[in-house]
């Protein structure tokens, strides 16, 4: 049972345009989402979070908004640029799960980015 | 820090054999973690560990799998016996505050055939 989604497994953007990843959740308990970045050979990377509280966050040119009635966020990146081009990983985490599930991580099946120059 | 470190980087193996993956987590962190990466699954948890502890195995898939960690600077992951399905790229990766964000190392890539 997949509790995070990422239905696009992939997208290709040009260069200068907005790219936007899309995940969906159905563990209504997940309070807390990240995203992380993967190049080829590498392990995945830290791109940003958000808690429940909020619904937007930024950093430079990645948004991360929140949607909880609808179980859904979505990653914006504007300008993409070709060295975006990755995998991206959605995750979530449970902080108030008790026992062995406290803030493990559930991440998605990830989505390739492609920005074409 | 030089991050965390996973040996080897590359393992092809028969089916059949024993294969023992390991992985030095950045030092100070308390909470370690052994992910699979598939195309059809993604990035699957398959145990974590805090402070040398096994807290959650449920996503160890079989007891061909099996992890240790005998001390806060060292973990394996060991398969025994390998099975063609088990190839995939196996990433640890660690942790100082559980739900933040853990920091990965750069993958074993196992192929059994």
């Known amino acids: 049972d997949q509790q995070v989604k990422q239905n696009s497994p992939s997208l290709s953007v040009q260069e200068g345009r907005i790219s936007i990843l899309n995940c969906d959740y159905t563990n209504s308990m997940f309070d807390y989402f990240l995203w992380y970045k993967k190049y080829p050979a590498e392990g995945p990377t830290f791109l940003i979070s958000?808690?429940?509280?909020?619904d937007k966050n930024e950093d430079g040119r990645f948004t991360v908004f929140l949607n909880k009635s609808a179980k859904h966020l979505s990653l914006h990146i504007v300008p993409s640029q070709p060295g975006d081009s990755a995998v991206y990983f959605c995750?979530?985490?449970?902080?108030?799960?008790?026992?062995?599930?406290?803030?493990?991580?559930?991440f998605g099946q990830g989505t390739i980015l492609t920005v074409h120059p | 820090d030089a991050g965390v470190i996973q040996s080897p980087r590359h393992e092809v193996t028969e089916m059949g054999q024993e294969v023992t993956l390991r992985c030095k987590p950045i030092s100070g962190h308390d909470y370690l973690f052994w992910y699979r990466q598939t195309m059809m699954r993604g990035l699957e948890l398959l145990i974590y560990?805090?402070?040398?502890?096994?807290?959650?195995d449920s996503g160890m898939p079989e007891d061909r799998f099996s992890a240790k960690m005998p001390n806060a600077s060292f973990s394996t992951l060991k398969i025994q016996p390998s099975e063609p399905r088990d190839s995939a790229v196996y990433f640890c990766?660690?942790?100082?505050?559980?739900?933040?964000?853990?920091?990965f190392g750069q993958g074993t890539r196992l192929t059994v055939v």
């Open positions: 958000i808690s429940s509280i909020k």
């Open positions: 990766a660690s942790s100082f505050l559980l739900r933040f964000r853990a920091f």
């Open positions: 995750a979530a985490s449970d902080g108030n799960a008790g026992g062995t599930s406290y803030g493990k991580l559930t």
């Open positions: 560990f805090n402070n040398n502890v096994p807290i959650d």
